[in-house]
Structure formats: structure tokens, C-alpha cells
């Protein structure tokens, strides 16, 4: 089973779009963070570093309080490991969950895990800080484009919800697979903001106008000076996108 996006009022709600890595080294420093933020209604992403610091009990804390959670665990491994991971998360409540896409038996096992919960998964394809060189160094000699597609039609033929890839790859993601496949999108800096170890990266309209139905963004927010003020100037960028964008 898929999920299929349903939207309220003539356009998207840019705050329900807006995926905020809350990458910390402590459950107690990323609290502080959103706590001063003031907790808006954006979804709210716990990665790896967050997750071995002992982070799943905020993401059970943030369930209980009515926020949406991203768990970007990028799970790989055994089909019964993974069946049985995303068993457990999905009992913790969080809304979106990620598998790597990189073999059918892995997502079919994700797909099990998750069956008869709300759980939405997303097949990573290609990470955003891999150039050309690092793929070939890895022995792909496809481009990050054709592997994207090719991880992307595992997941959707598997019944994932979508996928993470860079914008770079949103376009023909979107052509191909539809507009209820979400694409969600990290490596996603605003004008001016520096790349860091990102590769491929765009500004948050021009995310959203290749194909992005979610976007991810966190040191640009995590690191300002005025986080609050960061936010709000990424979803008005994001809701002035998506009101000329087709629902």
C-alpha cells in the first residue's frame, strides 16, 4: 500500500514539507534546539548520529506530542533483521522510515515490517555527497541519475512511498514514477548558504520546481546565528514555490 498526499486550501502547506535534520550529539542538545525553535509543526528528522546517542526516546516524546518524525536509520541487513526493525519502529509511531535501496529482498522485507501501520518507507538511492569519482571508485558505472532510477524502481516496484535522492535526480524521478511516489529530497541549501560536503545540491525552489515533494534541511538552520528566523525564511521560499507548482 502506498500513501497518497492529500492537501487542504488551494496549495501545500509549506510547513508540512519542511523535513528539519536535527543532527546533535545528545537527546539533551537537540531538546534545547527545538524547544528554542518553538517546536513548529515541521517534521522533524533523527539520523544515525542522533539515534546511537540514545535519541529514540525523543522521537517517541515528539510522536506524543503530535509531531511528524523522519527516523533516517538507513537500514540495511538481513530481511528478518530489517522485517523485524521496522516492526519496532513502526510501534514507536514515527512517520517516515529509511531502507537502502539496493536490493529487492531488503524492501520486501521492509514492506512486511511495517504492514498494518501508518509507517511511510523511502528507498535511499544515491547518497548526496557522491560525485561521479565516488561512484566509480564504488564500481558503478552508471551515473548518479541512472542508478537513482534504477534503486527508485526497486522501491516502487517493492510498494515503497518514495525515495530519497538529490534534487538532481527529482525531475526524472517524478516523470517516471508519478506524483503520489514521494520525493524527498536532502542536499538542499538556500541561496548564499555554503555546500559543505554536499555534491549535488540546489536551493529550495528549485527543489520543489524539479519534482520535490519534501525537502531536508539542516546545518543551514541547525548552525544560523537566528535558527527560528532561518526556518521561516526557508518555508517562505518553499510556500512562494509551491503556489505556482501543480498539486
Same mark, same amino acid.
Given at each position: 500500500?502506498?500513501?497518497? @498526499?492529500?492537501?487542504?486550501?488551494?496549495?501545500?502547506?509549506?510547513?508540512?514539507?519542511?523535513? @528539519?535534520?536535527?543532527?546533535?550529539?545528545?537527546?539533551?542538545?537537540?531538546?534545547?534546539? /527545538?524547544?528554542? /525553535?518553538?517546536?513548529?509543526? /515541521? $517534521?522533524?528528522?533523527? =539520523? +544515525?548520529?542522533?539515534?546511537?546517542?540514545? =535519541? @529514540?526516546?525523543?522521537?517517541?516524546?515528539?510522536?506524543?506530542?503530535?509531531?511528524?518524525?523522519?527516523?533516517?536509520?538507513?537500514?540495511?541487513?538481513?530481511?528478518?533483521?530489517?522485517? %523485524?526493525?521496522?516492526?519496532?519502529? &513502526?510501534? !514507536?509511531?514515527?512517520?517516515?522510515?529509511?531502507?537502502?535501496?539496493?536490493? /529487492?529482498?531488503?524492501? #520486501?522485507?521492509? $514492506?512486511?515490517?511495517?504492514?498494518?501501520?501508518?509507517?511511510?518507507?523511502?528507498?535511499?538511492?544515491?547518497?548526496?555527497?557522491?560525485? &561521479?569519482?565516488?561512484?566509480?571508485?564504488? =564500481?558503478?558505472?552508471?551515473?548518479?541519475?541512472?542508478?537513482?532510477?534504477?534503486?527508485?524502481?526497486?522501491?516502487?516496484?517493492?510498494?515503497?512511498?518514495?525515495?530519497?535522492?538529490?534534487? #538532481?535526480?527529482?525531475?526524472?524521478?517524478?516523470?517516471?514514477?508519478?506524483?503520489?511516489?514521494?520525493? $524527498?529530497?536532502? =542536499? !538542499? %541549501?538556500?541561496?548564499?548558504?555554503?555546500?559543505?560536503?554536499?555534491?549535488?545540491?540546489?536551493?529550495?525552489?528549485?527543489? +520543489?520546481?524539479?519534482?520535490?515533494?519534501? @525537502?531536508?534541511?539542516?546545518?543551514?538552520?541547525?548552525?544560523?546565528?537566528?535558527?527560528?528566523?532561518?526556518?521561516?525564511? $526557508?518555508?517562505?521560499?518553499?510556500?512562494?514555490?509551491?503556489?505556482?507548482?501543480?498539486?
Amino acid at each position: 500500500m502506498r500513501f497518497k @498526499l492529500v492537501e487542504t486550501g488551494a496549495t501545500i502547506n509549506a510547513e508540512t514539507r519542511l523535513i @528539519l535534520a536535527i543532527d546533535f550529539a545528545s537527546p539533551k542538545a537537540a531538546s534545547e534546539f /527545538i524547544m528554542r /525553535i518553538g517546536a513548529p509543526p /515541521i $517534521v522533524y528528522k533523527i =539520523g +544515525l548520529e542522533l539515534i546511537y546517542a540514545g =535519541g @529514540l526516546p525523543l522521537v517517541a516524546e515528539l510522536v506524543s506530542a503530535g509531531r511528524e518524525v523522519f527516523l533516517d536509520a538507513k537500514l540495511l541487513d538481513i530481511g528478518h533483521t530489517v522485517e %523485524r526493525a521496522c516492526a519496532s519502529v &513502526a510501534a !514507536i509511531g514515527a512517520t517516515f522510515l529509511t531502507v537502502h535501496a539496493s536490493d /529487492i529482498k531488503t524492501l #520486501w522485507a521492509a $514492506v512486511r515490517g511495517r504492514e498494518g501501520s501508518n509507517l511511510k518507507l523511502l528507498g535511499v538511492t544515491v547518497l548526496t555527497n557522491l560525485s &561521479a569519482d565516488d561512484l566509480a571508485q564504488q =564500481g558503478h558505472l552508471a551515473t548518479a541519475e541512472e542508478l537513482a532510477l534504477q534503486r527508485a524502481q526497486l522501491a516502487f516496484d517493492a510498494g515503497f512511498d518514495g525515495v530519497i535522492s538529490s534534487p #538532481w535526480e527529482a525531475a526524472a524521478l517524478k516523470q517516471r514514477f508519478g506524483r503520489d511516489f514521494l520525493i $524527498v529530497t536532502p =542536499g !538542499i %541549501r538556500p541561496t548564499g548558504a555554503d555546500t559543505g560536503d554536499q555534491s549535488r545540491v540546489m536551493t529550495p525552489s528549485e527543489a +520543489l520546481c524539479a519534482g520535490a515533494d519534501y @525537502l531536508v534541511i539542516g546545518r543551514p538552520i541547525t548552525q544560523s546565528p537566528d535558527p527560528a528566523r532561518a526556518i521561516q525564511s $526557508v518555508l517562505d521560499e518553499m510556500q512562494a514555490a509551491f503556489a505556482v507548482k501543480p498539486i
